[in-house]
């Protein structure tokens, strides 16, 4: 779907608080899989990490399902994608085994980078910023031999970055 824009990338790079920038504008907005498959109790990746990057999985494309009689953008805070290339980096299987078909999203993904002053911990991100990154690395790989265009956000403001998504999707 060329309206549904996925923002992916390093696990604490400020995706989250970019896609409230976006929404604050007006546009639809899905949050991030991994952390709702949390919020209902679901595996934990530090415990199962099969069992939360195929709950993740479910639950993305689910959200695009769901969103396919949304006009206008659709930014996602992760998605299939991401959920796709966990479960390969856990199996060994490859990537394209995990999608849903064809191309999910707009041609070009926003890759927020790893950023370590505003990486925190959380409840639900428990591992360190070595393992963001590292899984940061996996994606950035991932997407280009999937077929997609990267476009690296800038380490600033969500306001900022939010416009440096606007002006390259106008």
């Not at 995706?15 to 109790?41: F, Q």
């Not at 077929?147 to 380490?155: Q, W």
């Amino acid at each position: 779907m060329p309206r549904f824009v996925l923002i992916s990338g390093c696990s604490g790079g400020g995706k989250s608080t970019l896609l409230t920038a976006l929404a604050a504008r007006g546009h639809a907005v899905v949050p991030e899989p991994g952390r709702r498959v949390l919020a209902a109790g679901g595996p934990k990746p530090l415990e199962d990490m099969t069992g939360f990057a195929t709950a993740a999985l479910q639950m993305a494309q689910q959200d695009l399902t769901a969103q396919a009689a949304q006009d206008g953008w659709v930014f996602f805070d992760r998605g299939v994608i991401d959920a796709a290339v966990a479960l390969a980096h856990c199996t060994g299987t490859p990537v394209a085994q995990h999608l849903p078909g064809p191309r999910a999203y707009h041609r070009t993904v926003f890759l927020a980078p790893p950023w370590p002053e505003i990486y925190r911990q959380d409840a639900a991100r428990q591992h360190g910023f070595d393992a963001a990154c590292a899984e940061y690395e996996r994606l950035s790989t991932a997407l280009p031999a999937l077929g997609y265009d990267t476009v690296l956000l800038p380490k600033a403001s969500p306001e900022t970055r939010a416009d440096v998504i606007l002006d390259h999707l106008a």
